[in-house]
């Protein structure tokens, strides 16, 4: 206030001077004015000497400049009017008319619907007014007159207000409004400047903002993108874990259900032969041995596939031509088919020799034979079919195997396909989609591990509808595959012509007596020993050993492939027969066994441990 009084002089005052001197003072007002306002860089100060000029015009008490707010202004106050700035007003009424609805009572108000000025000569007799809150604030301030000039645009668009009030009625004079109008022309042009400058403003926080945002991302980037992959990583391995122990789950609860089966056949078997032979029936024994033999049979079956899904089942590795193994098959697998079914068997020529467990690979082909023929129940073809791939790093990669040679061989069918749900469990133990008691779930589980074992891979395609192919890859051997090996378990048991003699060391004192009566009825002589100690002691002796059979898992500090090497020191002829569960298969490192050295795999027919004990003997 007191700024502008020094800057208007009061002889300048209206009413003080003639009518020719008033104009000349009016021209020199409004000069004084303007020079005043230009000068002003303070936004607020500004606003502060519009209105105090609008007040020293009109001789008013009070004076208000608004800004009218965007449709799209931040607070929610779209279409009301802003309070920049008050004079005279007190602290009360400034809250009052901070903003101002358009729906509000006022001279402001007024003028935002006409689009035009607005005189309120006097509050107390505008009919509209009477009986509203705005008449009580008006009351309340001591304003009883106003009017209100728009602030327009140079384009034409309202931009705010500006309002002067008496504290009584009142209607302002020509002159007044004259000026005014000139002093609403200036200042709209400056606030249309601020408001101008204002958002620009805010554009270069806004930018200064983001710069500043951008720059801090990037220096946090690569922590970011470190924690990220560390939680996807968690994240992945909860997935994996829980898949885990769904898996084991499953695994245990499917191994559980098919033990407890056999096993009742077993022990009830055993329980009706003790009573049979108990009532003197001897005849009927026969009958229930058949079905625990066969029972442990199927147990038996059961820990081998399962060991082979684990990759723990003890390998004998032999080169091996896959096709003539394949040829071999195709009669058993036409056969096990069925009429309705066509098998076609497509070898390639050249084929590379396989480094195979040649029963477990006839067995995964079977297997691989079963599923197809249950997936054509209305007949269809199978193909067998072996390739050589030279697979390179990338081919190699997608399959998980290291680059290199393989061969492959596929069996194909032309049945029902699997959905990739299916798909996606074939080779977890116990999965299966066939009826209870129809399929185990364990052929491809046993194919998988069985295929990894051998340093190989299983693939399968299959499109639901036309059928499947799966393949298995198998590392390229690179010395010439023998052409006639004999299977030992074709070999008849013939008894101990010599009167040999057998060290056995297992153990398990029931084992250990099954064998030894096993071994002794077949006419050898045999030396027990129960730990690799007692073993070693009867190999330093001077006591005729022509083979040592031994369990591997022993104790006394060796194990059975230790005791034989130290055997083998002490007597370079020495020959050992391995008999062995699964856990110490990898004490022979990948099946690789030194000359003289042989495996037999628990559980076994007693006759096959004849034929082999035979067959060392010969050698
Ligand atoms: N050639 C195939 N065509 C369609 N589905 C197949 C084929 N081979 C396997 N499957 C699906 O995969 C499942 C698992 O096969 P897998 O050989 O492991 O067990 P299984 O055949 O059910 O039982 P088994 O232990 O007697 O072999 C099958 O139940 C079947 O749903
Ligand atoms: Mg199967």
């Given at each position: 206030?007191?700024?502008?009084?020094?800057?208007?002089?009061?002889?300048?005052?209206?009413?003080?001077?003639?009518?020719?001197?008033?104009?000349?003072?009016?021209?020199?007002?409004?000069?004084?004015?303007?020079?005043?306002?230009?000068?002003?860089?303070?936004?607020?100060?500004?606003?502060?000497?519009?209105?105090?000029?609008?007040?020293?015009?009109?001789?008013?008490?009070?004076?208000?400049?608004?800004?009218?707010?965007?449709?799209?202004?931040?607070?929610?106050?779209?279409?009301?009017?802003?309070?920049?700035?008050?004079?005279?007003?007190?602290?009360?009424?400034?809250?009052?008319?901070?903003?101002?609805?358009?729906?509000?009572?006022?001279?402001?108000?007024?003028?935002?619907?006409?689009?035009?000025?607005?005189?309120?000569?006097?509050?107390?007799?505008?009919?509209?007014?009477?009986?509203?809150?705005?008449?009580?604030?008006?009351?309340?301030?001591?304003?009883?007159?106003?009017?209100?000039?728009?602030?327009?645009?140079?384009?034409?668009?309202?931009?705010?207000?500006?309002?002067?009030?008496?504290?009584?009625?009142?209607?302002?004079?020509?002159?007044?409004?004259?000026?005014?109008?000139?002093?609403?022309?200036?200042?709209?042009?400056?606030?249309?400047?601020?408001?101008?400058?204002?958002?620009?403003?805010?554009?270069?926080?806004?930018?200064?903002?983001?710069?500043?945002?951008?720059?801090?991302?990037?220096?946090?980037?690569?922590?970011?993108?470190?924690?990220?992959?560390?939680?996807?990583?968690?994240?992945?391995?909860?997935?994996?874990?829980?898949?885990?122990?769904?898996?084991?789950?499953?695994?245990?609860?499917?191994?559980?259900?098919?033990?407890?089966?056999?096993?009742?056949?077993?022990?009830?078997?055993?329980?009706?032969?003790?009573?049979?032979?108990?009532?003197?029936?001897?005849?009927?024994?026969?009958?229930?041995?058949?079905?625990?033999?066969?029972?442990?049979?199927?147990?038996?079956?059961?820990?081998?596939?399962?060991?082979?899904?684990?990759?723990?089942?003890?390998?004998?590795?032999?080169?091996?031509?896959?096709?003539?193994?394949?040829?071999?098959?195709?009669?058993?697998?036409?056969?096990?088919?069925?009429?309705?079914?066509?098998?076609?068997?497509?070898?390639?020529?050249?084929?590379?020799?396989?480094?195979?467990?040649?029963?477990?690979?006839?067995?995964?082909?079977?297997?691989?034979?079963?599923?197809?023929?249950?997936?054509?129940?209305?007949?269809?073809?199978?193909?067998?079919?072996?390739?050589?791939?030279?697979?390179?790093?990338?081919?190699?990669?997608?399959?998980?195997?290291?680059?290199?040679?393989?061969?492959?061989?596929?069996?194909?069918?032309?049945?029902?396909?699997?959905?990739?749900?299916?798909?996606?469990?074939?080779?977890?133990p116990f999965f299966t989609t066939k009826p209870i008691g129809q399929g185990t779930g364990l052929g491809l589980s046993m194919i998988y591990g069985f295929a990894q074992q051998s340093g190989g891979q299983v693939q399968i395609q299959s499109t639901v509808g036309e059928g499947t192919q799966v393949s298995i890859y198998l590392p390229r051997h690179h010395v010439e595959a023998s052409q006639d090996e004999h299977d030992p378990a074709d070999e008849s048991v013939a008894a101990s012509q010599l009167g040999e003699?057998?060290?056995?060391?297992?153990?398990?004192?029931?084992?250990?007596?099954?064998?030894?009566?096993?071994?002794?009825?077949?006419?050898?002589?045999?030396?027990?020993?129960?730990?690799?100690?007692?073993?070693?002691?009867?190999?330093?002796?001077?006591?005729?050993?022509?083979?040592?059979?031994?369990?591997?898992?022993?104790?006394?500090?060796?194990?059975?492939?230790?005791?034989?090497?130290?055997?083998?020191?002490?007597?370079?002829?020495?020959?050992?027969?391995?008999?062995?569960?699964?856990?110490?298969?990898?004490?022979?490192?990948?099946?690789?066994?030194?000359?003289?050295?042989?495996?037999?795999?628990?559980?076994?027919?007693?006759?096959?441990?004849?034929?082999?004990?035979?067959?060392?003997?010969?050698?």
């Amino acid at each position: 206030m007191t700024g502008l009084y020094a800057a208007f002089p009061p002889d300048l005052a209206p009413g003080n001077v003639s009518a020719a001197q008033t104009a000349l003072s009016d021209i020199e007002l409004l000069h004084s004015i303007s020079v005043s306002l230009i000068g002003e860089q303070d936004r607020e100060a500004l606003y502060g000497k519009i209105v105090d000029a609008a007040v020293f015009i009109t001789g008013s008490q009070f004076g208000t400049m608004q800004l009218l707010c965007t449709p799209e202004h931040g607070a929610g106050h779209g279409g009301e009017l802003q309070l920049l700035y008050a004079h005279g007003l007190p602290a009360e009424a400034v809250g009052f008319w901070h903003y101002v609805s358009p729906a509000a009572y006022s001279s402001c108000t007024l003028a935002l619907k006409l689009g035009q000025r607005a005189i309120i000569p006097d509050f107390e007799q505008w009919a509209d007014i009477a009986g509203t809150e705005d008449l009580l604030a008006f009351r309340r301030t001591g304003i009883r007159s106003a009017q209100t000039t728009p602030l327009m645009s140079r384009d034409g668009h309202l931009l705010g207000m500006i309002s002067t009030h008496w504290n009584k009625p009142h209607h302002p004079s020509e002159r007044d409004l004259r000026l005014l109008d000139i002093l609403a022309r200036q200042a709209a042009d400056l606030l249309e400047r601020t408001i101008a400058e204002e958002a620009l403003r805010e554009v270069e926080e806004q930018q200064r903002q983001t710069a500043a945002r951008l720059r801090e991302l990037n220096e946090t980037l690569e922590q970011r993108v470190a924690e990220r992959t560390a939680e996807l990583m968690q994240a992945e391995e909860k997935l994996r874990q829980s898949q885990k122990m769904e898996a084991v789950g499953q695994l245990t609860g499917g191994l559980a259900h098919d033990f407890n089966n056999l096993l009742t056949s077993i022990s009830g078997a055993l329980e009706l032969m003790n009573r049979r032979i108990g009532q003197g029936r001897l005849s009927e024994v026969d009958r229930y041995m058949v079905a625990a033999q066969s029972a442990a049979k199927r147990a038996a079956s059961l820990t081998h596939r399962l060991l082979a899904f684990s990759r723990r089942q003890t390998l004998e590795p032999h080169a091996t031509n896959v096709n003539t193994l394949m040829y071999g098959m195709a009669e058993l697998i036409q056969r096990t088919a069925g009429p309705g079914i066509v098998v076609e068997t497509l070898g390639s020529s050249e084929l590379w020799p396989a480094f195979v467990d040649k029963s477990q690979l006839e067995n995964a082909l079977l297997n691989l034979c079963l599923n197809a023929r249950d997936a054509m129940p209305d007949g269809g073809r199978i193909t067998l079919e072996t390739t050589n791939q030279w697979m390179n790093r990338e081919a190699a990669r997608g399959i998980d195997l290291p680059e290199g040679d393989y061969l492959c061989v596929s069996v194909r069918d032309t049945g029902t396909g699997m959905s990739p749900d299916v798909m996606a469990h074939v080779f977890e133990p116990f999965f299966t989609t066939k009826p209870i008691g129809q399929g185990t779930g364990l052929g491809l589980s046993m194919i998988y591990g069985f295929a990894q074992q051998s340093g190989g891979q299983v693939q399968i395609q299959s499109t639901v509808g036309e059928g499947t192919q799966v393949s298995i890859y198998l590392p390229r051997h690179h010395v010439e595959a023998s052409q006639d090996e004999h299977d030992p378990a074709d070999e008849s048991v013939a008894a101990s012509q010599l009167g040999e003699t057998l060290l056995l060391v297992d153990d398990e004192p029931t084992v250990r007596m099954l064998l030894a009566d096993v071994l002794g009825e077949l006419g050898y002589t045999v030396i027990e020993a129960a730990d690799s100690v007692a073993g070693l002691k009867l190999l330093r002796s001077d006591v005729h050993i022509d083979l040592l059979v031994t369990d591997v898992g022993l104790p006394g500090g060796m194990n059975g492939r230790q005791l034989a090497e130290a055997g083998l020191q002490l007597r370079p002829q020495l020959k050992t027969l391995f008999i062995t569960g699964y856990a110490e298969s990898a004490v022979f490192g990948g099946g690789q066994l030194e000359d003289g050295m042989h495996v037999l795999t628990k559980p076994f027919a007693v006759d096959a441990l004849g034929g082999r004990v035979r067959e060392l003997l010969a050698k």
